[in-house]
């Protein structure tokens, strides 16, 4: 038995495809403009991050803009939504890339999102900037279109191992929940203090819903560290450090900032928190370009994410000025690293940097999120950490180096 | 443009796939699955670890994921059997979300979190990715008409009828004789099959799959495509699919139209307005756009 149409049905199905014929190629730009996408999370888990990561590089489009634009072409930013969902960014950049032709994509923050998406763009030679950590993205077969602001496990894992030692540690013990990252910073960490003659004595994985840590905790300190690695999220640190007060474990603790964040010391008695460490990934705080766009976005503690968006679109814009205005993902990927690093002039904004190109200089961009140099693959060489202790409940910055 | 409109294409045939599997099961047999994407998901996995680690032919990676999440399928359905309604809805649920627990946690097998990427696609990397594209399309678009075919085919056969009895009064078709449970395993087993090959072409397409992908998101659009089409009607299954795709896509644009918007107030807009759109549609026709019609013999 066939089905028939209905005419009422017909109509609905004629006039919805009518519609979607009718959906406006986007306003043509003044001719020359240059398209730039921005795949930021503005909903989903992301939603806290994405809407000022946008901000920001609006902010650096209409600065590079006001100044004249990149070659004296205007910069045009095309903003979609990447719903923190690797399926829903797929579609979004599909958009970016076939519709609107950009030449890059800025700000993928979640690591799944990014790595479904950058696909698309080295298939299509377009650029992407991306916030993700995982170690993963950067040894994708990405030949080169692909950059990120965000240390990686290697480099987080280096600077926790040489900061233990420089507290003098020589026995190192990991507690570290199970999560994509344990495995990797364990391994790192023990080869790092290795290296400066130290060692990991232990190293447990647990899992995060347990309400108690007790045999874990006995595991460990059986092995007599004088500092202990806590690699986990805030509810299980939380409860892994009442039970090491409770054992009468009185060595060094360190921590992600996370993790043992200022909630976590509210909840707890001081004495439980009392000296622990934490080490965070800093923007450049003390930079010009940090202070600019902090005063720029009205907000004096800016989140990492959107200090590097600020500086994802300033490279973007300075290889295509690098490349004499040819404004392809090809060119940028071939420029992106003229501009970051090397022995040219020190710039700290887009718009400097495009007056020193114009005046035919080199330059050297070091941004808000740090010094913006990237090795082969793309991974940053370096980015500023910030290094702090508990001390009565409170947290006391001790460096951010 | 066009490479666009073609990759959106794509997509809606994908959901049309996911709502046609739904249907069979849901909208024939009238046993609720919101754990279809757990189904997606198995078989993304199984096409893509099959011809990623193992080198075989997509072809036989897709007849896999088919093979597997039927097994799966049969297998929920016999464990599910004595519940329906809001019960089967929550175990199916359930089911989803221990697949994509599994998927994040077993990483010898499905490299956890960080997912699977270069999952081969059929002539990627040797022609255009336009060109690539289109080949796509045909291959979705092909898929899309076998099963269209094959449900179409279910629902006009005494069997169709049969799965109708069961929806409307399994204890009536018990009492005329047929066998329950096995009708129902088979129809989970059909749905299911048809879940898995959508995922494997979905992983086949964007060469990366990862348990993120597979979330009750996926659940929710696709369930949507089906009411607002019409449950239980094949062609509608298909149209609400496309229906989906196109407002999820149209509302993107809405910037052009409203103008002085944020991308932060169309973002939160364009959920709104899917949102705001189906209900409409649902308000005005209940039943969907293409209601179930049942042939009189």
């Known amino acids: 038995m066939a089905q028939r149409l209905s005419r009422r049905a017909f109509l609905e199905v004629g006039v919805t495809s009518l519609a979607v014929a009718a959906v406006p190629t986007r ?20 939603g806290n991050y994405g809407p000022s990561m946008l901000k920001a590089m609006q902010w650096v489009a209409g600065e590079i803009n006001a100044a004249g634009g990149v070659l004296g072409r205007k910069l045009e930013l095309v903003s979609e939504d990447d719903q923190t969902n690797p399926e829903a960014g797929v579609r979004a950049a599909r958009k970016l890339i076939d519709l609107d032709k950009v030449a890059a994509i800025m700000g993928t923050w979640a690591s799944a999102v990014t790595t479904a998406v950058a696909p698309l763009c080295w298939e299509s030679k377009t650029f992407l900037t991306t916030v993700s950590g995982s170690d993963t993205i950067t040894l994708l077969p990405h030949q080169g279109y692909l950059v990120r602001t965000q240390p990686n496990t290697q480099l987080q894992g280096r600077k926790f191992a040489e900061f233990m030692v420089a507290q003098g540690s020589k026995r190192v013990g990991i507690l570290a929940v199970q999560a994509p990252f344990a495995l990797p910073t364990q391994k790192i960490v023990g080869e ?35 500092m202990l690695y806590l690699n986990g999220y805030t509810p299980d640190v939380t409860i892994v450090l009442k039970d090491l007060y409770k054992a009468g474990y009185t060595g060094a603790k ?19 928190t009392e000296g622990t460490f934490t080490i965070a990934p800093s923007p450049a705080i003390e930079s010009a370009a940090y202070k600019r766009l902090a005063q720029a976005l009205g907000n004096d503690d800016l989140d990492p994410y959107s200090c590097q968006t600020h500086d994802h679109i300033s490279l973007v814009a300075l290889a295509i000025a690098h490349a004499k205005g040819e404004s392809t993902g090809t060119a940028i990927r071939d420029h992106v690293r003229k501009i970051s690093q090397g022995s040219g002039a020190h710039v700290e904004s887009a718009v400097e940097g495009l007056k020193r190109l114009a005046q035919g200089k080199e330059i050297n961009f070091d941004g808000a999120s740090g010094p913006c140099d990237f090795n082969e693959i793309g991974d940053i060489l370096d980015t500023k950490f910030r290094y702090e202790q508990a001390e009565k409940g409170k947290f006391k910055l001790l460096k951010i180096a | 443009m066009e490479n666009y409109l073609v990759a959106m ?3 809606a045939g994908l959901y049309a796939l996911l709502a046609l599997g739904l249907n069979v099961v849901w909208g024939m047999t009238g046993m609720i699955n919101l754990g279809l994407v757990g189904f997606f998901g198995l078989g993304a996995y199984a096409s893509a670890l099959l011809t990623r680690a193992h080198r075989a032919p997509i072809v036989l990676g897709l007849a896999a994921a088919a093979l597997v999440t039927a097994a799966a399928g049969a297998a929920m359905a016999l464990t599910t059997a004595r519940l329906r309604g809001d019960y089967l809805a929550i175990i199916t649920l359930g089911f989803s979300e221990v697949v994509r627990l599994v998927a994040s946690n077993e990483l010898w097998l499905t490299n956890g979190t960080d997912g699977i990427s270069g999952i081969p696609g059929p002539w990627r990397g040797r022609v255009t990715p336009q ?20 449900c179409q085919r279910i629902r006009s056969s005494p069997y169709g009828r049969v799965l109708r009895a069961i929806r409307d009064d399994d204890q009536v078709a018990a009492v005329a004789g047929k066998r329950v449970i096995v009708f129902k395993v088979q129809a989970f087993a059909v749905s299911a099959a048809i879940l898995g090959l959508a995922g494997a072409l979905w992983g086949h397409y964007t ?91």
């Open chain 2, 9 to 11: 294409a794509v997509f």
């Open chain 1, 27 to 46: 306003v043509r730009a003044q001719a020359g403009a240059i398209r730039l996408g921005t795949l930021t999370p503005l909903t989903g888990s992301g």
């Open chain 1, 192 to 226: 790092e203090l290795r290296k400066h003659g130290a060692e990991l004595v232990a190293a447990v994985v647990y899992d995060k819903d347990k309400t108690t840590f007790r045999s874990e905790i006995d595991q460990v300190l059986r092995a007599r560290p004088d």
């Open chain 2, 207 to 297: 060469s990366f799959i990862a348990p993120d992908v597979f979330t009750p998101l996926v659940t929710i659009y696709v369930v949507l495509a089906l009411t607002a089409g019409g449950t239980g009607n094949n062609v509608g299954a298909v149209l609400g699919a496309a229906l989906v795709i196109f407002l999820m896509e149209a509302t993107r644009f809405a910037t052009g139209w409203v103008g002085m918007l944020k991308p932060v107030q169309v973002a939160a807009l364009r959920e709104a307005l899917i949102g705001g759109a189906l209900l409409v549609v649902l308000r005005v026709r209940p039943r969907g756009l293409l209601p179930e019609r049942l042939a009189r013999s």
């Open chain 2, 131 to 150: 060109t690539f594209n289109v080949v796509y399309l045909a291959i979705v678009a092909l898929a899309v008409l076998a099963v269209f075919a094959l």
């Open chain 1, 254 to 272: 360190i921590a992600q900032a996370y993790a043992v964040n200022q909630k976590l010391l509210n909840a707890l008695p001081p004495e439980v």
